[in-house]
């Protein structure tokens, strides 16, 4: 355990050492069963995710108290942890305005009142306090390992002063506000682009979509997507000819492919003798990477021409005929295409020809250049709400291991 008594980062207006205490001058167990039915109380879990949180709706509540109704009572401002995740963060405060009730297995406790519930309810999950608890785990397997309160009683920790907990605490408030005002900002823009995927191409049966742009009113038409697009396969070069690699061309695979839009650089590249000795292509600016194998219907479109290993089909959309970020937003029915008609006894596969049989419906260029664009001013937005969400997290885990001894 490190000898330093005060953190890197720290408020001005606070210079004194902090104290090093055990948790258990911290914490006091508490022991109070319940039967929730009785009580009327809610059952509730702790999650690592989320902390102390409802159930959800695959508990049975009521099997679970047929069979012990040996509960504990959380009560508003105390402390839960499960002593078997502990060691990766499994322990919630009960913030909510009522008393909860949680398995009987879990440890309950509550805080000294010179302690700060802010402060510890940041400090409990902190990389310092995960690593102590991996210190003091109990158990002869590292997956059953266990703290429970009398080992927890013994951690050792420095801690500031009350008032220094609260600033701390606040502090980490606010970042933990920002998160999850950005979190709900981003689920709200993803649960409206699925509204609008529903509504802005036509349902199973129907022509034309629920909402339109002004001005376009015909008919969408049924086609086949090798009518609209080439769908072309890739290959690998022999691994064992250095001429091959490291080369200037872009070469994907599929792991490469995650929820990015937009891919302008491979992890491997090929050279012009590879790409010749070998069954990949290159493929032009615009290009929607779609992988057919180990994972069937991950996408991407290409920002800068490249080629990509057998573990593709790509689709080449035709000039004048598919626009490149309208079927790139058919994402999912390319995917449930791809797995009802891939086939393999090792693996499931879908080839370039069977692809190309799909069935999909469109309107004319125009209208589809349109919907593009609308889907794309909407992915980008979400994925400026994610990059800023990566962010804020990435802030809070660096002051994490600055502001706590």
């Known amino acids: 355990m490190t000898n330093r008594k005060e953190p890197e980062i720290r408020f001005s207006g606070f210079d004194d050492a902090w104290k090093q205490k055990k948790l258990g001058e911290v914490f006091n167990q508490t022991v109070e069963y319940v039967n929730p039915n009785e009580a009327n109380l809610a059952l509730w879990s702790v999650t690592v995710e989320n902390g102390l949180t409802p159930k959800t709706e695959r ?47 879990y440890i309950t406790m509550n805080m000294n009142d010179e302690f700060s519930n802010s402060y510890f309810s940041i400090w409990l999950t902190s990389p310092n306090a995960i690593k102590q608890y991996k210190l003091y785990a109990t158990g002869s397997l590292i997956e059953k390992q266990r703290v429970q309160f009398p080992i927890l009683s013994l951690i050792k920790t420095y801690i500031p002063s ?76 022999s691994t064992s000819n250095i001429e091959y690699w490291n080369g200037d061309i872009d070469w994907y695979s599929p792991a490469e492919i995650g929820e990015q839009i937009y891919v302008s650089g491979s992890k491997k590249k090929i050279t012009e003798k590879g790409l010749r000795k070998s069954s990949a292509k290159i493929h032009p600016v615009g290009t929607v990477l779609f992988t057919s194998r180990a994972g069937i219907g991950n996408t991407a479109i290409l920002a800068k021409e490249g080629a990509t290993n057998q573990g593709f089909q790509s689709i080449i959309p035709k000039e004048t005929l598919l626009d490149s970020y309208f079927v790139f937003s058919r994402t999912h029915e390319l ?49 400026l709400h994610q990059r800023e969400l990566e962010l804020l997290q990435a802030t809070k885990k660096a002051f994490l291991q600055k502001m706590f001894v």
């Open 59 to 105: 508990y049975n509540r009521e099997a679970l108290v047929k069979k012990n109704d040996k509960f504990k009572v959380v009560h508003v401002g105390d402390i839960v942890y499960n002593p078997m995740n502990l060691t990766i963060g499994a322990v919630g405060f009960n913030k909510s305005n009522h008393s909860v009730a949680v398995s009987g297995y």
């Open 162 to 237: 009350c008032k220094e907990q609260e600033e701390i605490g606040t502090f980490f408030k606010k970042i933990d506000d920002a998160i999850a005002l950005h979190q709900q900002e981003l689920s709200t823009l993803k649960q409206t682009k699925q509204g609008f995927l529903q509504k802005m191409f036509p349902k199973e049966g129907k022509k034309v979509p629920e909402i339109r742009f002004p001005g376009f009113t015909d008919d969408w038409e049924q086609r086949k997507l090798g009518e609209l697009a080439e769908i072309i396969g890739g290959g690998t070069p």
């Open 335 to 383: 995917k449930r295409y791809g797995e009802m008609s891939g086939a393999g006894s090792t693996f499931v596969e879908v080839s370039g020809k069977q692809m190309a049989k799909m069935p999909i419906l469109v309107p004319n260029f125009n209208e589809q250049k349109k919907i593009g664009a609308f889907f794309k001013q909407l992915d980008n937005t979400i994925a």
